[in-house]
């Protein structure tokens, strides 16, 4: 009579390595009928949501999670390109600077030596 008490009372250990001896990872599940509720390979660590509506909020907000993210990626992106477009152009406009410059300079020396060649 203990025994079968004792063995509806037993919770079952949370899994630590799958059947191929690797060690499980915890994941969170993203389905509509399990939104949110993280799990260690075949092991639920949360309670299931009890009523539909909930499920469906936080389905829905994941789905909305997951678009403001991929916006985001294209924001980063096209954010990444304008910079190195700038810093490019900002390269260019540096380096064409320094080329007058050095052009100025080698103009001011002739126009002296021959200022003072011919005097």
């Known amino acids: 009579m203990s025994s079968t008490s004792s063995s509806s009372n037993w919770i079952r ?65 096209t954010y990444r390109n304008r910079i190195r477009d700038l810093e490019l152009e900002l390269n260019e406009r540096t380096t064409t600077g320094e080329c007058y410059k050095k052009a100025v300079i080698v103009f001011t020396v002739f126009v002296f030596v021959m200022y003072f060649l011919v005097n």
């Open 13 to 77: 250990p949370i899994p630590t390595h799958c059947f191929c001896e690797l060690p499980v990872v915890e994941r969170t599940s993203r389905t509509a009928a399990n939104p949110a509720r993280r799990f260690l390979f075949y092991f639920f660590l949360d309670p299931e949501l009890r009523y539909g509506y909930y499920r469906t909020e936080m389905h829905s907000l994941y789905t909305q999670v997951q678009q403001l993210r991929r916006e985001m990626q294209v924001q980063e992106y």
